[in-house]
């Protein structure tokens, strides 16, 4: 994953240290690892911050977003979310994205973006309209205290069956295009702004819609599983069920590389797979069948910038003692509030120190 030459770049990652150029790309890893939340590994999700300001969430897994604190960012900055599919190791963290970013300075409403399915109740509005309705509580007893707007979502769903621009703002066009996963609903999706390109997977067998819509892309996160013997005999699975998960449902090593070989970009970051050191060089051995190009393993914090004459790839250096948004909370004291909740009188006058 390192290389020699860093074009005056540091040798790692520290957050807010560095502008990003008019025409470059940073993509971050949020989340690389299974549908197990582990320390070293959250659930699925991609950062990609744009020279002109725009910043995108892809996916937002469980413990992602712990991740994302880290890295200093002011929520307010985000400028949309977008899912993929709606397993949970994609969209758990949809809570902790709505409620961090309003207690975090967020003075507009939420931007999220997501797939619909065959079936209404199988779409992402029916998902966030849940959501938010198991959120009541939460959101009417907060209101008072936070800015109302906050609390607001405005949810994107997109046709999850056609090749078609889902967003198309400030020069930033986002495609969403079919994947094959399990059943209908699931999508991958492709950013392009400047002459920058990324397409991230999201969760796929090898497809057709992959090869058609990733040909000559800058970067590939493509999803790979661990092989089906790592899956027996580290996560202990009977050999169909391993089968099942490692090819059936997900794309197998050399599976992935053989569509990231035919796509040809300039890199390719395999992701959704526990990366550990004993278990990586078996994963790498399965893709080198197919992919001869640039291949970087991903591992939560991993940083790519991509420019015209450039890509570099990276580690973070973050801290665990993150306060977020300490220097962006202007204007937040002064928008409107909604009415407190009036508490029951009986609980109220038990107040040891009355303050309402
Ligand atoms: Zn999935
Ligand atoms: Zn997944």
């Excluded at 991993?302 to 204007?331: C, F, L, Q, Y």
Aim: charged content about 25%.
């Amino acid at each position: 994953m390192t290389q020699a030459v860093r074009d005056g770049y540091a040798e790692q990652f520290y957050p807010r240290t560095e502008d990003l150029g008019p025409d470059e790309m940073r993509i971050t890893a949020l989340g690389t690892g299974r549908p197990f939340l582990r320390r070293s590994q959250a659930n699925a999700s991609w950062l990609i911050e744009l020279g002109n300001g725009d910043k995108f969430v892809f996916d937002f897994g469980y413990g992602s977003q712990m991740n994302f604190t880290a890295l200093e960012i002011p929520y307010q900055r985000i400028t949309a979310w977008f899912a993929t599919h709606l397993h949970t190791d994609h969209v758990g963290d949809f809570g902790q994205v709505w409620v961090g970013s309003w207690a975090g300075g967020r003075l507009k409403p939420l931007e999220v973006y997501g797939p619909s399915s065959n079936k209404p109740e199988y779409g992402f509005a029916h998902f966030i309209e849940h959501q938010m309705e198991s959120f009541r509580w939460d959101t009417d007893s907060r209101v008072s205290a936070l800015p109302a707007i906050g609390a607001e979502v405005n949810c994107h769903e997109f046709d999850y069956s056609k090749v078609h621009v889902i967003y198309d703002e400030n020069g930033v066009k986002i495609t969403s295009f079919p994947a094959v996963h399990i059943y209908d609903g699931p999508v991958s999706l492709k950013l392009e702004w400047k002459g920058r390109s990324f397409v991230y997977s999201g969760d796929t067998t090898p497809s057709e819609f992959m090869l058609e819509n990733a040909k000559g892309v800058e970067v590939l996160v493509h999803e790979t599983f661990n092989t089906v013997d790592q899956l027996m005999v580290r996560s202990g699975y009977d050999e169909r069920s391993a089968r099942a998960i490692g090819t059936m449902i997900h794309s197998a090593p050399a599976e992935a590389a053989y569509v990231v070989n035919q796509c040809d970009p300039k890199l390719f970051v395999a992701y959704h797979f526990f990366n550990d050191f004993d278990t990586v060089g078996e994963m790498e051995t399965a893709i080198r069948e197919h992919w001869k190009g640039r291949l970087a393993m991903a591992t939560d914090f991993m940083v790519v910038n991509v420019t015209d004459e450039h890509i570099i790839v990276r580690e973070a250096v973050v801290s665990d003692h993150v306060w977020p948004a300490k220097d962006e909370h202007e204007g937040f004291g002064d928008a409107p509030r909604k009415e407190r909740l009036p508490m029951s009188e009986w609980l109220r006058e038990r107040q040891v120190f009355p303050k309402f």
